[in-house]
């Protein structure tokens, strides 16, 4: 037979899904994919009772219902200043991974180059090979994961046709400062580039640090595609409702990429989100201190059985350092505490084009009995970790 497709040999399936079978295989509390284990909003919720028997059940508008678009320009000026038309600038996606491959396949054309901050998710890289263009990695590095300006601006002078943000980061927590956002801003002018932003975790930040938006920039406006989705925000992730912002130019393509990648978003989640897309700022007052709450619970819980591990400014992850146990390979790893101590988590080399192994990924987006379960399975992990022999991960 011949042979199948080159692309779609050059990168692996998602190693975070994976390690939810991996949890799920073996009972363990999943701490890797992330997804909550509470409730969306009872608001949401009950008007989705109600269009369960009303609808609409039948397709929408391709580019997403005009009363949720309407509702999203509300939210969007409301946060960051700026007005998108909901008829010529938005397109609601089957969540922010389809925005992401809508975009990435609207702004390049094969053999073009794309920027990425590393570590990243894992899905910039394969959209980045699945469009025809060539990642080049930049690194963010750790503790704080800041950047070179100098590598940078190098990816760009080396033919970087867009840079791909991911602000709060997944999978490091890094929210990027008014400074460093200008400084991006600043040298994708020079080159005239774009920056394809991933903003899903907006609201989730942790005090004292402030989310920037790097569309409401001078200058930036026009060559930013926002790409975003409702899943954390309103903790419904399995409901795939992302959507991208960008000028009528690209929304234009972007409005055809979409309309043959998946058609559109589910009608009957539309009408039913507009609800939360309503909300007043009292919610996500609410939602930054649950976070808070769920951060400090989990950090606090590592530091006491003292791990080493990065503080996260933004999102719900944690980078917990297992160098302290000789990890030569953390995918192994990885399913080996999820099989003795019942803590599953993503490797982190999962997340770095960089070869770097000594992190495993945790996430803290889950109730306190949830969590207290993990932080008192992982109290076992230092002393099963150390007494463990011939194990294939050393």
């Known amino acids: 037979m011949k042979p199948l497709s080159e692309r779609s040999a050059r990168f ?18 999943n701490l890797s994919q992330g997804f909550p284990d509470f409730d969306p909003p009872r608001e949401i919720t009950d008007r989705l009772a109600e ?10 508008i391709t580019w997403g219902a005009q009363n949720f678009r309407e509702a999203l320009a509300r939210k969007q000026k409301h946060f960051s200043g700026l007005d998108y038309d909901p008829d010529k600038e938005i397109v609601v996606t089957c969540g922010s991974t389809e925005a992401m ?34 990642p080049i990695y930049i690194p963010l590095m750790p503790p704080d994961f800041h950047f070179d300006p100098e590598k940078l601006e190098d990816a760009l002078r080396q033919g970087a046709k867009a840079l791909i943000l991911c602000n709060p980061s997944n999978p490091c927590g890094k929210v990027f400062t008014l400074e460093e956002m200008t400084t991006i801003a600043d040298i994708i002018k020079k080159y005239d580039a774009y920056v394809i932003t991933d903003e899903v975790y907006e609201h989730i930040l942790y005090a004292p640090h402030k989310h920037i938006y790097m569309a409401a920039l001078p200058g930036m406006r026009e060559r930013t595609i926002t790409c975003n989705s409702l899943s954390k925000t309103y903790s419904i992730t399995g409901w795939r409702l992302g959507y991208v912002l960008a000028s009528p130019e ?5 409005k055809k990429v979409h309309d043959f990648l998946t058609v559109g978003a589910a009608a009957p989640l539309m009408e039913a989100a507009v609800v939360g897309l309503n ?12 976070y808070t709450h769920m951060k400090e619970l989990f950090v606090g819980g590592l530091q006491n059985l003292g791990f080493r591990f990065t503080d996260p400014q933004g999102a719900y992850y944690v980078m917990l350092d297992v160098s302290e146990f000789d990890v030569k390979d953390d995918y192994k790893f990885s399913e080996w505490m999820a099989r003795e101590v ?48 011939g194990v294939d991960w050393r």
Not at 17 to 29: F, H, L, S
Not at 122 to 133: F, R
Not at 279 to 290: K, R
């Open 342 to 389: 019942g803590v599953a988590a993503v490797p982190g080399s999962s997340f770095f084009h960089e070869d770097v192994h000594h992190f495993v990924r945790f996430h803290f987006a889950k109730e306190d009995e949830t969590l207290n379960a993990a932080l008192n399975r992982l109290e076992s992990l230092r002393e099963k970790a150390n007494a463990a022999q």
């Open 12 to 29: 692996t399936d998602s190693v975070i899904r994976r390690m939810t079978r991996v949890a799920n295989k073996y009972g363990a509390v």
């Open 250 to 254: 690209i929304t234009n393509r972007v």
């Open 51 to 60: 269009v369960a028997k009303t609808g609409p059940h039948q397709y929408a």
């Open 279 to 290: 909300f007043g700022d009292d919610y996500y007052e609410g939602l930054q201190a649950h």
């Open 101 to 134: 491959m809508a975009a990435m396949l609207s702004v390049t054309n094969p053999g073009d180059k794309v920027a990425i901050f590393s570590p990243f998710y894992e899905n910039y890289g394969a959209d980045t090979i699945l469009s025809g263009a060539d």
